[in-house]
Every structure is written in C-alpha cells, then in structure tokens.
C-alpha cells in the first residue's frame, strides 16, 4: 500500500508552546488529507479535512485558531497546535488519500504529543 | 452525519478459532466500508475494504461481508493467530473519491491467546 511519513512520531513540550507535525504521503500525491486525534483506548475522531492550496474544513467543536493545518503541496500537510496545554495531550494521526479518486485511505504512524 | 456502532468492544478467542466483529452504519448514502487493525502506538493499517457494490470479500484468511439492507458489515478472521492481537476498527464513508472522510467505529481489542 501506499506510504504516510509523520513526524514526529513523540513530542514532549511545556504548556503554552506550538508544535509542529508534518505528515507526507511518499509515493503518491494526496489532493486531500485527514488529520485524526485519538484518545487512549479510544477511537479516532476526525479534526479536519485539508485539502491542497486550500483552507482546510474542520469538524464542529474544533478550533481552528488552535489546530492550525497548512496543505501546501500534493505531498505535505501540517498540524501546528497553537498554545498547547494539557488536555491537547493526546495521540494525533494523519492520512491521505492518493489524487485520482482513490478509496482507499493510508495512515501515518501518529505522534504522540504529551504538554506538561 | 453518518454513525458507525462496533461490537464488541473486546473479543478473546483461542488460537485457531475464528473472530468475529460486526459494524452497523446509520447513513445509506455510505458506500465505502473499510477496516483497519491497529497496533500499540501506531497508526491504522487497512487491512481489508468492501465496496457497497459486494456482498463479500475474502483475503487468506480475512473476509469483510456487507448487507446493504440491514445496513451492517463484519470482519470474519479465520484460524487466528497471537499477531492477531490488536485493535480493529470498522469505517463507513459516502462518496471517498469526492474527499469524503472516513468515520470510524469504536474499535474491537481482539486478543488471541495461544
């Protein structure tokens, strides 16, 4: 299957900081990706849709002064969380889909943020 | 929106036997239904999909069935192994070639004892 490269894949920062996570698609150009956000043992909920060159479409309650998503390119799309705390702590993934009108969508491997 | 049930949440079976995870989805316009296994800290790895066009779909020993008109779909594992363990989540999607997201089940943690 296709290939998503996300980094980083854990990050430990101080509450009130940004970071940054880049997710890219290897061998294929995605028009569109997901970015996902996933608790523990829970299931993934979609955050946004981004598409590229475009203002990406988030899902109801998520800030996007907060979540902020750059889609460039037609193999990179960013997830910057502004001002991090605490309760942003959690495991995010990102996911593509390959141009073309593809179905099948491939994941990253997460990054696991942790806000002390 | 769509909506996508899963059961059960946890499922242990002896090596050998079979599994099984059965997903109800709530918007008919969905047609596109994969599942994803994932591992510990991980991301998803699409392991099997089924369009709404099939009734059945079988891969060695994984098979995902559809009904359309009940509106569910299961993932059957034969012949489980230990490496079969983690958590497989069901999805439903309209329209994917458009863009449309993926909306995730609540996931299945399948332990497989030997």
């Known amino acids: 299957g296709a290939v998503v490269s996300q980094h980083p894949s854990r990050v430990i920062c101080k509450s009130g900081t940004s970071v940054k996570i880049e997710c890219r698609s290897l061998?294929?150009?995605?028009?569109?990706m997901f970015w996902y956000r996933q608790f523990p043992k829970q299931s993934l909920m979609l955050m946004a849709t981004s598409n590229e060159g475009s203002k990406a479409t988030y899902e109801q309650g998520v800030e996007k002064d907060k979540f902020l998503i750059n889609h460039a390119s037609l193999t990179l799309s960013t997830l910057t969380v502004t001002s991090a705390h605490p309760e942003d702590s959690s495991f995010y993934i990102c996911?593509?889909?390959?141009?073309?009108?593809?179905?099948?969508?491939?994941f990253g491997s997460g990054t696991q943020l942790s806000v002390l | 929106g769509e909506n996508v049930e899963q059961h059960p949440s946890t499922l242990s079976v002896q090596e050998g036997d079979s599994a099984v995870i059965k997903c109800t989805y709530s918007d008919s316009a969905s047609n596109y239904f994969p599942w994803y296994k994932q591992e510990l800290g991980k991301g998803p790895q699409l392991i099997i999909d089924i369009r709404s066009n099939v009734g059945e779909k079988k891969d060695q020993r994984i098979a995902v069935t559809l009904n359309k008109t009940a509106k569910h779909f299961s993932l059957h594992i034969t012949e489980t192994q230990p490496e079969d363990s983690a958590v497989y989540f069901c999805a439903a999607s309209a329209q994917p070639q458009a863009g449309t997201a993926l909306i995730f089940g609540k996931g299945t943690t399948l332990s497989v004892s030997s």
């Open positions: 996911s593509a889909r390959s141009a073309g009108g593809q179905e099948k969508l491939f």
């Open positions: 061998d294929f150009q995605a028009t569109t």
